[in-house]
Structure formats: C-alpha cells, structure tokens
C-alpha cells in the first residue's frame, strides 16, 4: 500500500471510494490485516521514522472508524490486544533503558579520563623537588666536567657531558610540563547529561530553544508516549482484571445461593 493510501485510508476509511449504495468488504477490527495495536491506541512502527531508533514500516491497516468500532464493542479490553500492546511497549522501554544505562557508563568513563589527564603530571611540592635534584646533579656534574678538562682526561669529560645534556633534557622537559598543567576550572569541558527518557547526551545548562529542541524531538517524544501509555496500560487492564475478578466472584456466589436475590 502506498503512504499516500494508507494516509487516505486512515483519514476518510477503508471504504473511502466505494458509492454510497455499493456493496462493500466492510472491515471488521478483527481481521488479520488490521493493525492491533493502532486499535489500542498507536501504532509504535509510526513513532521513530527516520531516526536511528525506527522500527521499520507496519505494513498492516490503520484505521479510525475500525478503532472506534473495536472500542465500542463489547470485546474491548478482552481480546488480549491491550496485553499484547503492553508487552510490545515494554520491550522498546527496555531497549531505551539499555541505551540510558551504556550512555551513563560513557559518560562516566569520559569523566574519569578527563580527570586523568588533568592529574597526570606530577604537581607542586614533587614536581620542585624533582627539578631542583637535577639541578644539583647538573651542577655538580659541570663542576667535574670542568676539573676533568683542567686535568686533561678529554674523553671522560665528554662522556660526562653527555650524560650531563641528557639532564639537562629531562629537566627541560619537567620545566615545559609545570608551565602546562592546566588550570582546572579552565579546562572543565562542558558538562553532560544523559536523557532520562530517550538517552541522548544532554549538556548541563544548555540553551532554552535547544532544550525545547530536545523535548520535542521525535525520539524523546516517541520514547516519553511509550512510557505514559505503559502506565496508563497497566492502570487500566489492572482496573480490569479487578472488574471481571468481582463480576466472576459475583456469578459464583450467585449459584451456590440458594436463594439467589433476583436484581
Ligand atoms: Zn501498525
Ligand atoms: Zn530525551
């Protein structure tokens, strides 16, 4: 069918260009080709088009006057369609709940490495201390390059100068590492958040039109009507059970009464 049709289909009826006094198939909200869970209230494959959590194509009917017929008739809520619905929705909040929990844990993981880097280099009394031995070394390494010179021994003072400069290389290098630890309110990135509904990556304090963005976007908006209408589901088949448990109750004690009272 195509998505011109079936839009048709589900604005005017299945029977949208039979003539009035035409014979036709009429649809009942039994049939196989009819979408159950758009009888129960959406059709979930409708909720993600196009974004990374699409459920592909429902390539079942979608129908207004089928819906209403269902819900008004006496099998509404007893055909196992709304329990049916509920699992459905409950699978697609696991998988956003995977997806929450594994961003978190990405999130943390980022945390922690940001915070290593900015620990990495040794810092203050031990970064000095480290500096100021080499310097002794070096110092003291010049003195005994000077004296070997003084007494002729060419080859060792270059050996010795050598192991000098190598000092000298590594104290150059703690030295550049001092001047470049940074500041850590100066390198704190922007801080992030994960979506409690739809797991995206969130930023603390983000603008108002992009937060507005966020919550009307189609994932977050499909996720957050995935969850209300769990609820909502649980409330009423529960409201049910409760209902068909009384009226059951009600049948039993009605035949085991002698003297049944007649309402
Ligand atoms: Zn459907
Ligand atoms: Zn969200």
């Known amino acids: 069918m195509t998505a011109l049709s079936a839009m048709l289909d589900e604005l005017m009826g299945k029977n949208r260009n039979a003539a009035p006094n035409d014979k036709t198939n009429e649809i009942h909200w039994s049939d196989e080709e009819i979408c159950k869970h758009f009888l129960c209230g959406f059709c979930p494959a409708e909720l993600f088009t196009n ?3 699409d459920l592909g194509t429902c390539n079942k009917v979608h129908d207004e006057k089928t819906k209403q017929a269902y819900q008004a008739s006496s099998r509404y809520m007893k055909s196992g369609y709304e329990e049916d619905f509920l699992r ?7 998988d956003v709940e995977r997806r929450i929990r594994r961003n978190h844990q990405r999130l943390q993981l980022s945390e922690e490495k940001t915070q290593k880097v900015q620990q990495a280099p040794p810092t203050g009394a031990e970064h000095d201390e480290k500096i100021a031995m080499l310097n002794d070394k070096i110092t003291g390494m010049l003195e005994n390059i000077e004296r070997l010179g003084g ?4 080859e060792q003072a270059q050996s ?3 192991l000098c400069d190598q000092l000298k290389e590594e104290r150059e290098a703690l030295q550049n590492q001092k001047g470049g630890v940074m500041d850590p309110f100066t390198v704190q990135e922007k801080q992030m958040e994960v979506c409690e509904v739809c797991g995206a990556f969130l930023i603390v304090g983000d603008a108002q039109t ?5 919550l009307m976007g189609k ?5 957050a009507k995935i969850k209300a ?8 088949l529960q409201k049910a ?13 009605t035949a085991n009464d002698p003297h049944p009272v007649i309402e």
């Open 160 to 162: 010795m100068m050598k």
């Open 219 to 223: 994932q977050h908006m499909g996720y």
């Open 229 to 236: 209408t769990i609820a909502d589901l649980k409330e009423k």
């Open 51 to 53: 974004t990374r959590s």
């Open 151 to 154: 007494e002729g021994e060419v």
């Open 88 to 94: 459905f929705l409950q699978q697609c909040w696991q």
């Open 210 to 214: 992009r937060v507005d963005d966020h």
């Open 241 to 253: 059970s409760v209902t068909s448990m009384a009226e059951r109750k009600r049948i039993h004690e």
